[in-house]
């Protein structure tokens, strides 16, 4: 089977190498040349654990190939897969810009029957516009080719991309057409050892449902928040509240860390596209738009808590910010909380010293040297009257407290992530203060 994935962001690049693996020959496609350049020599644009040994291996193996022509790819596929970004428009709407793009450029150059899915997540009913962009272009050239239009969301997390790939809860392909289901049903066989469901549906409940379930995860994360930061004023503790709703069977435990604010490309995009959804449709989302602003206040509470101990104005103070991604195990900082808190204590006059064991490449080029970037932890706590953990990197767990006591001015450890453990750090020296908890005294 021949393919084509348009778009080598994280979606389409793990799309793809994640097929070729299977067997399928693929061909990935990006209007990036450098890009492009880059990938053909074995040169990954993301990190991604196990991502860059695969897509050696399947080029060498000669089922993965990467242009940046569609058309010269066109004739030779029976899908397409388009995996293009949709960033937010100012009014919090998907740009769809992209995806039609693609669409077109399908319409112009299609010459038999092919199948276009859609694996970018894009508001309900751009399949129909998809479709009618397709015709629109197939008119104009006077022909009559017979094409699909499919949705097959993708949930893969960043971080563990390639696992999630191999090994989904399910899969969610929304058809019209018994060829389209057809053709999607032997693309998937191959992976259908590995044991997941393949569950298919109208095309409107496929695109439904990726931001359906987006928004799911981002609620439990924001509700979670909203109860620590109740606990945080009343006295109890969120992190036995949490363990005792998390093995109620109906709730889980998953996705119930309180912290300092969701971030990454997906949940703060699919939000707000809900919501625009929502209103656009004379329906305003209550708990999204809620989820929303919950999200955008608790992105705050790292720099508030730092602003509390040590007084609003903190000319002359210098804070060591542990974690800029926006989750461990990736280099991605959108939408990460770092950037609220980074924004916030350089408004009150701070100095920011910074560590992230691989963003340090991403933040320089996004915050630029408005900060100072540090070699390890123990570098950025130097002379740090505190500490404030804005990602839960692994590494980041057991810090020799000895040496981070003497290298810093002061005592103060602000956890985004509550990771680290009170009475250990009061033993140390240190003043501590979490999400959910109070400054001890
Ligand atoms: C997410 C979805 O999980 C995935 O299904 C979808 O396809 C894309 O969006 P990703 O953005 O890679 O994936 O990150 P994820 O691991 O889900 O984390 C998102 C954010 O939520 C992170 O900032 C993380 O720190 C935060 N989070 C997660 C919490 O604050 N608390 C939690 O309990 C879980």
């Not at 793009?101 to 010459?111: C, E, L, P, S, W």
């Not at 924001?222 to 006295?235: K, P, Q, T, W």
């Not at 999200?295 to 101990?309: C, G, P, R, S, W």
Request: proline letters at 4%.
């Amino acid at each position: 089977m021949n393919i084509a994935i348009v778009g080598t962001g994280y979606v389409g690049l793990v799309t793809g190498t994640c097929f070729a693996e299977m067997g399928t020959n693929v061909t990935c496609v990006d209007i990036d040349t450098k890009k492009i350049d880059k990938l053909n020599n074995g040169i990954m644009p993301i990190y991604e654990p196990g991502l860059e040994e695969l897509v050696k291996k399947n080029i060498r193996e000669g089922r993965l190939h990467f242009t940046t022509d569609l058309t010269s790819v066109l004739d030779k596929v029976e899908i397409v897969f388009s995996a293009v970004g949709t960033p937010p428009d100012e009014d919090g709407s998907a740009d769809l810009h992209y995806v039609l793009d693609v669409a077109r450029t399908f319409g112009q150059k299609i010459n038999r029957y092919t199948l276009l899915v859609t694996k970018s997540t894009v508001p309900v009913g751009t399949a129909q516009k998809v479709k009618a962009a397709i015709r629109e272009e197939l008119e104009k050239r006077g022909v009559n080719i017979p094409f699909d239009v499919a949705s097959n969301p993708e949930f893969l997390k960043e971080g563990a991309a390639i696992k999630d790939f191999m090994n989904p809860d399910r899969v969610v392909v929304g058809v019209d057409t018994q060829q389209a289901r057809t053709l999607m049903e032997r693309l998937y066989k191959p992976f259908l050892l590995n044991g997941f469901p393949i569950l298919f549906m109208d095309v409107s409940s496929a695109e439904m449902t990726k931001y359906a379930a987006n928004a799911m995860l981002a609620t439990r994360i924001s509700f979670m928040n909203d109860i620590a930061n109740l606990c945080e004023r009343i006295g109890a503790n969120v992190d036995m509240v949490r363990k005792g709703m998390g093995t109620d069977d109906r709730i889980g435990s998953r996705f119930l860390y309180a912290g300092c604010g969701y971030g990454g490309s997906c949940f703060p995009k699919d939000v707000k596209a809900l919501c625009h959804t929502g209103r656009k449709n004379g329906y305003p989302m209550r708990v999204i738009e809620a989820v929303e602003a919950v999200n955008e206040n608790q992105k705050e509470i790292v720099a508030d808590k730092l602003k509390e101990a040590l007084g609003a104005d903190l000319n002359g103070k210098v804070i060591a910010l542990w974690g800029l991604a926006f989750k461990p195990e990736t280099d991605d900082m959108r939408e990460a909380p770092a950037l609220v808190i980074i924004d916030k204590l350089l408004e009150a006059g701070a100095t920011v010293r910074a560590f992230d064991p691989i963003a340090m490449d991403e933040a320089r080029r996004k915050i630029g040297n408005k900060i100072m970037y540090c070699n390890n932890i123990y570098e950025a706590a130097e002379g740090a009257d505190a500490i404030a953990l804005a990602t839960e990197w692994k590494q980041f767990r057991l810090p020799d407290w000895n040496t981070v006591r003497k290298t810093m001015r002061g005592n103060l450890i602000v956890d985004g992530r509550n990771i680290y453990d009170q009475n250990e750090l009061a033993d140390k020296g240190f003043r501590y203060t979490r999400i959910g908890k109070k400054l001890a005294e």
